[in-house]
């Protein structure tokens, strides 16, 4: 493809994101050449576009929830063909720190840059993922009859696996989910598949929480926070005991802080969305983590094998993604894309590098 030309969504500075043309990537020895089928929009490719990010340089390609067809392979890598369909989710782990050896690149400290935030991503016609990705087993077949979009929400179903590995769900919990976003969802049909009597979902306005509880089928009681007493409604749900699980899927310092008040005696808490780097600390209660013995955790991406157990439970019917999806758009429509996830008038916005503006979504 030498010379040939591919049409790109960079963000050049923040709050502004164009379509340009640039070459294709050459294929380096040790990674391959993607065609892009579909990269699902995430919430940190709005904060990147319109609030900025540490990691990430300028211009970026952003986009790291990639689905697509690989078109070339390096001499150096080995185990897949040219013309398979793959998944790439954005491993950075270095493959050498104890962390990486022990399984748990996630958390590696001397990371690579990550996909979408130093290295282009997804929202372009070809991309060409870092060698780390590829060898710490980032880039994952496709079952056959799961379709690129559907694949391409395996990453954010990956990365709450490993979320619901470090908090746990136990058959008969009560699990409350903040924020009815796309985790959130799929907090939802996770919490429900490992046994969970009640899920419970909150954030503060309605529509988008009427929207999740219509498509999914999976929850029991919605709760806006903006006409209903949160801290009522849970413990009315949970005869005053509060949740057993909850997930704070929302950015927000206020709604992390909020948990404490809602779990149950020895409840498990885990803070899924980060914090603003200008928001990032809390006050609380300590004692109520010490009686309660509450335990609380993190999560932090997701790991190879994790991104796997997602391919196969969207290609199972496990994971209904089109329960999920509610927006696809061409790269040229990304702006509309973007809005929609800013305005939370959708659930999970899928791009389609190679889909023409004059065909239908």
Known sequence: ????????????????????????????????????????ICGSDLRIYKKGDARARYPIVIGHEIAGTIRELGREVWGYQVGERVCIAPGHGCGECKYCLSGHSNVCIHPRPSIGYASDGGFAQYMVPPANVVKLGFVNAIPDGLSFDHASLSEIIACCLNAQENCPV???????????????????????????????????????????????????????????????????????????????????????AQAFDLAAPRGRINFFGGLPKEHSFLTLNANTIHYLELFISGASSSLARQNREALELLASGQIDAEGIITHRFPLEDISRGLRVVEDRTGIKVVIKPHLSSKEPG
């Open 170 to 256: 136990n058959q008969g919990d009560v699990v409350l989910i903040i924020g009815a976003g796309p985790a959130g969802c799929v907090h939802a049909i996770l919490s429900k598949m490992k046994g969970a009597e009640k899920v419970l979902m909150t954030q503060r306005t309605l529509p988008r929480l009427q929207m999740a509880s219509e498509r999914l089928q999976v929850i029991d009681r919605i709760i806006a926070s903006e006409k209903e007493n949160l801290n009522e409604v849970v413990k009315g749900e949970t005869g005053g005991l509060g949740a057993d699980v909850i997930y704070v899927c929302a950015p927000s310092p206020e709604a992390q």
């Open 1 to 40: 493809m030498t010379n040939a030309i591919m049409k790109v969504a960079s963000v050049v500075s923040l709050g502004q994101i164009m379509i340009t043309e640039k070459p294709i990537p050459a294929c380096p020895p040790d990674s391959m050449l993607v065609q892009v089928e579909s990269c699902a």
